[in-house]
């Protein structure tokens, strides 16, 4: 058959209100043109984020009624953990209420010295962290403890234009350059962003594991991986490598896992859960640190910031996620997406990733200066137009002003549209491209936006914008 059939029916519904465009110009006034202001309810498809945003299944729901709500190991624990020892394979796993809490815990350890008496002492800005691309959160993680974030992508993950199957790969040479020159007693970690969100969802490859694994190896530097959406990038592998078309995804999880040390995970991704979230490691000894850290900011052990009905959750997700059929239909409807677009001529961010498409906004609006923020442009008319809600990553994102008050735009001009999982029908995706095919008549027509009030760190939540 040629339709891939969403493999869930709908038993339980959340409306959508229905709203026009006039509705929604004013709506967009309110907002200042900044669409992270809008409320919810008024937007018909969220195309924000796939972080915490996916639908839980019944078994899901119906686990959380049983769960076990007692402090120190519960019954919903052991159900979690036998999971994660079957998927992640790890000695020691950790949950903390969402990803960057177990970043915050590992970079609080690694990029410290602990004294004889316990306490710590940071080790200063000498601790160089490696990956493919660091997530904005890990990087933040990492600097706010004074670490340096090291990203090692290869050449074609760097170019826009490249076509090749695993552009998330760390670059081997570089990575062995730089710890020649860094010296290895200056990286406490290497990690790896499997899928590479920042780099548009790129996947890393089988191989590319393996050999960033033996050359951490080699010096003794343990690996982990940023391991968010770990089943999307095991479905890439099954896909397009050779060797695995005929392996199961928990077979390919597990090789992937093998060949690393531990790993940080957001379960808002490939948990399809709301909130949550671990940290899993080999080292005996770096887990009773982290166990320590975990306590005084998160919860116990057993635990970690999260109730159990949490743990419940957690646990059927990582069941459901790497159900084949799932993953199949989640990456054929992104790509279904994103290659309805580009067949109609709308530039897009090469291949299509994981979780969400890429609009190349420069391509796709070149009449609007970088300064005039065209990613603006292209959101308010998809609110506009559709009322959908999609996520600038452009100049608002990553643009700034120098010392000299010029201004300095961002590398590239990005639109994302990120789907949440199992949440919108095929019927959805087509409502998005016709969206698409009425501002494409209309390109022209759309202008630029003056950013009129703006704060110094992470402004995209907050700016304000007014029309040129
Ligand atoms: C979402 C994400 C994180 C952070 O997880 P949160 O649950 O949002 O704190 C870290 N790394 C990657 C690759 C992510 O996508």
């Known amino acids: ?68 709500e007692s402090y120190a190991f519960a019954k919903s624990y052991y159900k979690l953990e036998k999971q994660i020892k079957h998927i992640f394979g790890y000695k020691y796993f950790l949950p903390v209420h969402q990803g960057r809490a177990a970043e915050k815990i590992l970079f609080s350890n690694v990029l410290s010295d602990i004294l004889p008496n316990g306490k710590y002492k940071n080790a200063g800005a000498n601790r160089h962290i490696l990956s493919n691309t ?18 090692l992508l290869t050449n074609e993950g760097l170019n826009p234009a490249s076509l090749a199957p695993f552009k998330g790969n760390m670059d081997i040479e570089k990575m062995r350059n730089y710890i020649k020159k860094i010296g290895r007693e200056n990286i406490p970690l290497c990690m790896l962003t499997i899928t590479n969100n920042s780099n548009g969802g790129q996947p890393v490859s089988m191989a590319n594991i393996k050999a960033v694994s033996e050359e951490c190896k080699k010096h003794n530097i343990p690996l982990f991986l940023d391991a968010c959406r770990f089943a999307e990038n095991a479905y890439f592998i099954k896909m397009r490598e050779e060797g695995y078309q005929n392996k199961s995804i928990v077979s390919i999880c597990q090789e992937m896992f093998s060949y690393s040390d531990g790993c940080t995970f957001s379960a808002k991704k490939d948990a399809i859960v709301n909130m949550g979230g671990i940290l899993a490691m080999n080292n005996a000894t770096l887990y009773e640190q982290c166990k320590n850290i975990l306590i005084i900011t998160e919860g116990f052990e057993s635990y970690g910031g999260l109730a159990g009905r949490d743990l419940e959750a957690m646990a059927q997700g990582l069941v459901e996620v790497v159900e084949e059929s799932y993953l199949h239909h989640r990456i054929h409807s992104v790509n279904y997406l994103g290659t309805t677009l580009q067949k109609m001529g709308i530039p897009l961010v090469q291949p299509i990733g994981g979780h969400a498409v890429y609009v190349d906004v420069t391509k796709f609006l070149p009449h609007i200066e970088a300064s005039q923020f065209p990613g603006i442009a292209l959101v308010c008319a998809l609110y506009q137009k559709g009322g959908i809600r999609a996520c600038e990553i452009g100049s608002v994102m990553f643009g700034y002003q120098d010392a000299s008050n010029n201004f300095i735009p961002s590398p590239m001009e990005l639109v994302r549209l990120a789907i949440p999982r199992r949440v919108y029908t095929q019927s959805h995706i087509d409502y998005v491209i016709e969206t698409f095919e009425a501002i494409q008549k209309i390109t022209k027509t759309l202008r630029g936006y003056k950013m009129t009030k703006s704060e110094v760190l992470l402004r995209h939540f907050t700016a304000e914008f007014t029309q040129v």
Request: hydrophobic residues 40%; aromatic residues 6%.
């Open 134 to 151: 660091h997530f904005d959160t890990t990087r933040a993680n990492i600097e706010f403890n004074n670490g340096t974030a090291v990203d």
């Open 1 to 68: 058959m040629r339709t891939v059939i969403e493999p869930y029916r709908i038993k339980s519904v959340e409306r959508i209100k229905i709203t026009t465009e006039a509705e929604r110009v004013k709506q967009l006034e309110q907002a200042k043109y900044n669409v992270f202001k809008l409320p919810a309810a008024e937007v018909m498809i969220d195309l924000l984020t796939d972080s915490g945003t996916g639908a839980m299944s019944d078994e899901q729901w119906g686990a959380m009624m049983v769960a076990d």
